[in-house]
């Protein structure tokens, strides 16, 4: 099976700009989340869909949002940049059974100037 | 809420020598544990994990970590480390009947000099 894909992998913008992410889970996969990683707070979870439905919610402001399509694709959407959102931005994909594991893309690396 | 503490942020090593990263989470119930690891300009990967049964889990490379409930630790060893093991190391830790989403330590980073 192909691996978690995330497009595109390198994106430089300027604060106040908005910026969407795209992810497609392994095939079968139904959760997929979404993580920031910064070298200052390691990796934080920001959301999870499943079924096309937000499941899960990491403490991030509003400017962060997402949304799942109906095969299972994901975007993430930053409003209103700012310097601090700089980061690798990194999309797992689950089956969400009971002894599941996530398997990781290779991230986004969204640099805000 | 459940948190994630790992001991060492950098280790540096020589090839051949034994490593233990330290993992200590906190969380009062049962859980699942994992280990991640991230290679150089690679993506996050699953290097083992532990979900119930034998406390000693064997990942891929010649890792292994061992859960110990009494100190709520699942510490990574490989006895003889080679260079391709440079990277960076995440442990990481998930309530077994709750959210699916798991709480990542923030990560050792080990250096092997050839």
């Known amino acids: 099976k192909a691996g978690v894909t995330q497009t595109p992998r390198y994106l430089i913008k300027t604060r106040g700009q908005q910026v969407t992410l795209s992810c497609s889970p392994i095939?079968?996969?139904?959760?997929v989340s979404w993580y920031q990683q910064t070298p200052g707070q390691g990796l934080q979870f920001l959301f999870e869909?499943?079924?096309?439905?937000?499941?899960n919610k990491g403490n991030f402001p509003g400017r962060f949002s997402g949304r799942q399509f109906s095969n299972s694709r994901s975007e993430m959407n930053v409003s209103t940049l700012e310097l601090g959102d700089s980061a690798l931005y990194l999309c797992?994909?689950?089956?969400?059974?009971?002894?599941?594991?996530?398997?990781f893309g290779p991230g986004t690396r969204l640099t805000v100037l | 809420a459940q948190s994630v503490s790992q001991h060492n942020h950098h280790v540096i090593l020589s090839e051949a020598a034994s490593l233990e990263l330290g993992c200590n989470y906190s969380?009062?119930?049962?859980?699942?544990l994992f280990w991640y690891v991230q290679y150089p300009g690679q993506h996050l990967q699953l290097l083992l994990k532990?979900?119930?049964?034998?406390?000693l889990v064997k990942g891929i490379k010649g890792f292994e970590a061992e859960f110990i409930k009494s100190k709520f630790s699942f510490n990574l060893r490989k006895p003889s480390v080679q260079w391709s093991d440079t990277a960076e190391y995440f442990c990481?830790?998930?309530?077994?009947?709750?959210?699916?989403?798991?709480?990542f330590g923030r990560g050792t980073s080990l250096i092997v000099h050839p």
């Open positions: 990481a830790v998930r309530s077994s009947g709750g959210s699916y989403i798991p709480t």
């Open positions: 532990y979900f119930s049964g034998d406390p």
């Open positions: 969380y009062g119930g049962t859980v699942n």
């Open positions: 095939s079968g996969h139904r959760s």
């Open positions: 869909y499943f079924s096309e439905t937000q499941r």
């Open positions: 797992a994909s689950s089956d969400t059974t009971s002894t599941d594991t996530q398997y």
